[in-house]
């Protein structure tokens, strides 16, 4: 008998046989934390443990394309969780804020498509990965200015053009009051932060430019990448962005204010936006690593949100080269798992 075959009845015997089956068992991955261990104690120690595994990492460096965000202090560290009941868990610095940056992608989108339906995002932008930086002018060129998506820098410049308003002024104020609708409290601009991008931003400009000349840009471009500039530096703490990536947890109805702010319908179409694109380049390993849509933005705040469960966000301004805060993904990374949320590890049914 050829070695090959005598090889393949004795993985065949090992397979079958109750020795082999307890051996595959014994190699099996560790059980998921069981369905109702949700609770209260365990959010706060996954909180804690995560905190204070990762709080003396230092690895990552402040965004400096923007000026004024070389100057945050890279050791701002805060954790928050909030559930769809409501209950807002805590660890770290939770006073300190940074600009939401593009997070704020995110709101903006949910904005168009509570205002113009799914379609428009589809039509208009589209919501492929471009597997390309965040502000690449090749990921426009190459498509003509299609299959872009919301959440990097052309299709988000293109998403605020989109937002109902017959002026800057009109769009820019529906667009603030959908990010404090969101968080559940009145947002105000890091004046700083605007004026230090706003000031430098032709690179975003240029963007704006080659997508109106693709017919892809539905506002006046100068005025549509100010209005994202802005946006850009509405000063958050992770509080706020946890309420706000809960308030998409709890389908659209903010679970601190109980307001309704976008329908589930709006919901459903913003969260694979935020799977297929929302860490960029790197959307691809994190979705591999927690199964959950995630937005990052370069002021070093990362959100996260298990549907129907909770939202989690994280602030820590140094960056990945992929511009995602470096600290921020290991921490919400470990919450997820000691929490056993990540919703495509599936307990079998017996
Ligand atoms: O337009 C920019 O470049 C910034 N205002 C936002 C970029 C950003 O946050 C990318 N995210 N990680």
Redesign the pocket.
């Known amino acids: 008998m050829r070695l090959s075959r005598i090889l393949a009845i004795f993985v065949c015997i090992l397979v079958i046989s109750p020795a082999g089956f307890a051996q595959k068992k014994k190699a099996a991955a560790p059980a998921a934390p069981a369905e109702g261990t949700l609770t209260p104690a365990a959010i706060q120690k996954a909180l804690d443990e995560a905190y204070e595994k990762f709080k003396d990492v230092k690895e990552g460096k402040n ?1 400096d ?2 000026k004024e965000l070389a100057r945050v202090d890279p050791n701002i560290y805060g954790i928050a969780i909030v559930t769809t009941d409501g209950t807002i868990y805590t660890k770290g610095d939770l006073q300190s804020a940074v ?1 939401i ?3 704020s ?1 995110v709101f903006t989108m949910a904005r168009v498509i509570e205002e113009q339906g799914p379609r428009v995002i589809m039509d208009k932008i589209g919501v492929d990965a471009t597997g390309m930086r ?2 690449s002018i090749v990921a426009v060129e190459l498509q003509k200015g299609k299959e872009i998506n919301p959440l990097v ?1 052309p299709g ?1 410049i293109a998403s605020t053009s989109l937002v109902n308003g017959s002026d800057s002024a009109a769009k820019w104020k529906s667009i603030l009051q959908t990010h404090s609708d969101f968080a559940g409290r009145q947002l105000g601009l890091d004046g700083p932060v605007y004026i230090s ?1 706003a000031g430098d ?1 032709l ?2 400009q240029a963007i704006a430019h080659l997508l109106l000349a693709y017919g892809r840009m539905y506002f006046d471009p100068v005025q549509a990448t100010d209005i ?2 802005k946006q ?2 509405i000063s958050v703490n992770a509080k706020d962005l946890a309420v706000m990536a809960a308030t998409l947890a709890n389908g659209g109805v903010n679970p601190v204010t109980k307001k309704k702010i976008v329908s589930p319908e709006t919901v459903k179409y913003t969260l694979p936006v935020m799977a297929t694109a929302g ?2 380049d790197d959307s691809g390993q994190w979705l591999y690593a927690t199964g959950v849509p995630a937005k ?4 070093g705040g990362i959100i996260a949100v298990v549907p129907g469960k909770f939202g989690i966000a994280v602030i820590s301004p140094p ?1 990945s080269p ?3 805060s470096v600290k921020a993904i290991y921490t919400i990374r470990a919450i997820i798992e000691a929490l056993g949320v990540n919703p495509y590890q599936i307990t079998p049914k017996q």
């Open positions: 965004a394309y923007i600009s940056q593009s997070i992608k965040f502000n820098n988000a991008e931003n690179r975003n994202y500039t850009c530096a860490l960029y990052s933005g370069v002021g960056l992929a511009g995602n």
